[in-house]
C-alpha cells in the first residue's frame, strides 16, 4: 500500500466549517489514515494517486481554476525514506499500512 503525505492550509477567513469538511473529507478517501499535526496527514491507499487525492480535496478548500482561494494543498507520495519526530503510535502506523 502506498501513503501519502497530505498537507493543507485553510485561511484564517475560510468558513468555520471548512476544516470539518476537509477533514470529512480525507477521513472518506480511504479507511486508512493517521493525522499525527494539525493539517498534516498520512493517507494510505492502494488505488489513488497524489493527483486523483488533491483534485477530491481542492473542491472542500474552494480550489478551482480562475478562483482567488488563499487555500494551499500539497499531496506527496511517503516513499522510503523518510525521518522525523512523530508520536510512536504513527510511526508503527506507518510501518503496518506500507507492509500491507
Known sequence: MKIYLVAYRVPKDAPSETSAEITGAIKALTGYWSNPMPQVWLVGTSDLSAKEISE???????????????????????????????????????TEVSSS
Open 56 to 94: 477530491r480535496l481542492q473542491g472542500v478548500l474552494g480550489l478551482a481554476e480562475g478562483t482567488k482561494s488563499k487555500a494551499h494543498i500539497l499531496v506527496t507520495r511517503f516513499d522510503q525514506e523518510h525521518q522525523g519526530w512523530l508520536p510512536k503510535a504513527t510511526w508503527e502506523w506507518v
